[in-house]
């Protein structure tokens, strides 16, 4: 069974960083990009960024240029996903997704679970 | 960056046809795609490609568009349906329309 398990809970002070991880099981995580993706409470959902899982290139948003760096561990077969420089506003749900072809970025039918990131002094 | 709209919610009722709008500030081709969430849960795709139906979704779904303009349209609306539908372009990067919540008439 095709599956994105991501890492549990995270709470941070203003300023700190948080790593998540997002492991691929029934697949290899090469075969496919990872793009991430996540929703403040009661907002929508935003576009973090993508990784193809081939060569490592990355490609983000914006507004998370500088800030956030992602990463995989192919014996692992985990992604991971580093934010630094966190704010009150970060406090969100962080999803991990898989396109649907080949492409780094394409429509997203494999979800993990989503990890909760909690920023708060 | 390429702007998203779309209408901030829809009521309605069990058994209505419903269209569900997303407009690109630019054309995004058909790199279009519609997702669905309920509270809780993780975003579920629905139609990629603007009009191609995802293995596992009631045909009742349907979506249609090109460029600039899309629709996503619900026929006969179930009670499981009444959910956050969010739109996605992935010609560029990956933005997401800001969501249209279907609540109860």
């Known amino acids: 069974q095709v599956e994105l398990v991501q890492s549990g809970a995270e709470v941070r002070k203003p300023g700190a960083s948080v790593k998540l991880s997002c492991k691929a099981s029934g697949y290899s995580l090469t075969s496919f990009a990872l793009n991430w993706v996540r929703q403040a409470p009661g907002l929508g959902l935003e576009w973090m960024g993508s990784?193809?899982?081939?060569?490592?290139?990355?490609k983000f948003s914006q507004r998370f240029k500088g800030r956030v760096t992602l990463s995989i561990d192919t014996s692992a077969n985990t992604a991971y996903m580093a934010v630094s420089g966190l704010r009150s506003d970060d406090t969100a749900i962080y999803y991990c997704?898989?396109?649907?072809?080949?492409?780094?970025?394409?429509?997203?039918?494999?979800w993990g679970q989503g990890t909760a990131v909690t920023v708060s002094s | 960056d390429i702007q998203m709209t779309q209408s901030p919610s829809l009521s309605a009722s069990v058994g209505d046809r419903l269209t569900i709008t997303c407009r690109t500030s630019q054309s995004v081709s058909n790199d279009l795609h519609w997702y669905q969430q309920k509270p809780g849960e993780a975003p579920k795709l629905l139609i990629y490609?603007?009009?191609n139906l995802q293995g596992g979704v009631p045909s009742r779904f349907s979506g249609s568009g090109f460029g600039t303009d899309f629709t996503l349209t619900i026929n006969s609306l179930q009670p499981e349906d009444f959910a956050t539908y969010y739109c996605q372009q992935t010609y560029t990067s990956g933005t997401f329309g800001p969501g249209t919540r279907v609540h109860f008439k």
């Open positions: 990784i193809n899982t081939g060569n490592h290139n990355t």
């Open positions: 997704a898989r396109p649907i072809t080949s492409y780094t970025e394409d429509a997203l039918d494999i």
């Open positions: 490609g603007s009009s």
